[in-house]
């Protein structure tokens, strides 16, 4: 069974301070990890996808990477408007099943000015 | 604009009452989803369906049900069975396939309440 566990799950910043949100994950043939952003009351937006270990992403102050059993959002010089829940979420091979990703619970990020 | 919209918003359902709620996808994606969110819960998966005329049950479908007549619309309804149902749920969807047709969209989620 696929599982991914995100960590802490919950984390308090000041503005500027950096830090990193970890997702470890158990799947039987990764076909995708996905980071996802989601704001109280909104549906996740889509940040990054990374497909195969040693790959990294960014976009503004977000950096995601991956390794065979984890992957790492790293944030730098975070705002404000940086806060949210990040969601991250594996997609195996199933061979002709669901497709569908399996979530982690959630990291919870407040950015305080 | 292009994307996925769900309604209503917020739905309050009474005891022993079934409600559906819309989603609606103009990206042109053949495979569709829906998820429940639970405070303190990661997204679980209810129905999927990948073409028109055809659904799969997810890893909690008991007490719904959903249907697929068109590309562009995957209803979900949620019956009386279902004793649990106040929760957020998403609609999401994706292209039909290749290395950049991987990944999900969502909705804006709706909010269901049982009163």
């Known amino acids: 069974e696929d599982q991914v566990t995100q960590s802490p799950e919950a984390l308090r910043l000041q503005e500027g301070e950096s830090s990193s949100l970890n997702c470890s994950y158990t799947?039987?043939?990764?076909?995708?990890l996905f980071w996802y952003r989601q704001d109280p009351g909104k549906g996740p937006e889509f940040l990054f996808t990374?497909?195969?270990a040693g790959e990294e992403k960014e976009k503004e102050r977000l950096k995601a990477t991956l390794t065979k059993k984890e992957s790492f959002l790293h944030i730098t010089a975070p705002k404000p408007e940086d806060s949210a829940t990040y969601l991250c979420?594996?997609?195996?091979?199933?061979?002709?099943?669901?497709?569908?990703?399996?979530f982690g619970k959630g990291t919870h990020l407040i950015i305080q000015p | 604009d292009g994307g996925i919209t769900q309604s209503p918003k917020y739905l309050f359902r009474k005891e022993g009452q079934n409600v559906t709620l819309s989603c609606e996808q103009n990206?042109?994606?053949?495979?569709m989803y829906w998820y429940r969110q639970d405070p303190g819960q990661g997204l679980r998966l209810i129905y999927y369906?990948?073409?028109?005329?055809?659904?799969q049950k997810g890893d909690i479908a008991e007490g719904y049900s959903v249907s697929r007549e068109k590309k562009e619309s995957f209803p979900l309804t949620v019956t009386s069975a279902q004793k649990n149902p106040t929760a957020f749920y998403l609609c999401?969807?994706?292209?039909?396939?290749?290395?950049?047709?991987?990944?999900?969209?969502f909705g804006e989620g709706s909010w269901l309440t049982v009163v």
């Open positions: 990206l042109n994606h053949d495979a």
């Open positions: 999401a969807s994706k292209s039909a396939g290749g290395y950049s047709g991987n990944t999900i969209y």
């Open positions: 979420a594996v997609q195996a091979y199933s061979g002709g099943g669901a497709d569908g990703l399996t």
């Open positions: 990374l497909y195969s």
């Open positions: 369906s990948q073409i028109v005329n055809d659904f």
């Open positions: 799947v039987s043939g990764l076909r995708g």
